[in-house]
């Protein structure tokens, strides 16, 4: 059973920074493409960044460009999120999700995989 499980969220301040990880398991995710979306409370889902299998091809939001950093362990099977200076609009929960592929998605249909979320909250 393929599953995805993010770890990492919580409560930081404005300004701050979180590391969010998330572990596959149940298979070897070569040739997965890996990615992460948010929804933040009385929104949609929404594409944050995803990464390619060999960590060569990202893609970024525009709202994160430059604050967040996607990169992977392949070994280890874990995608990792690094947000830094971050913003109260920022506050949402992350999902963790993957589909095999090379080329970079973004619309969330195209991933078979989610994880179950976790929640991060930025104060003001």
């Known amino acids: 059973q393929v599953q995805l499980v993010e770890s990492g969220g919580g409560l930081v301040q404005a300004g701050g920074s979180l590391r969010l990880s998330c572990a596959g398991s149940g298979r070897t995710f070569s040739n997965y493409v890996m990615g992460w979306f948010r929804q933040a409370p009385g929104k949609g889902r929404e594409f944050v960044v995803a990464?390619?299998?060999?960590?060569?091809?990202?893609y970024y939001a525009d709202s994160v460009k430059g604050r967040f950093t996607i990169y992977r362990d392949t070994a280890k099977n874990t995608v990792y999120l690094q947000m830094n200076s971050l913003k109260p609009s920022d506050t949402a929960v992350y999902y963790c999700a993957a589909y095999y592929g090379i080329g970079i998605l973004i619309q969330m249909n195209a991933y078979e995989y989610w994880g179950q979320g976790t929640q991060v909250t930025v104060s003001s």
């Open positions: 990464i390619s299998w060999s960590g060569g091809s990202t």
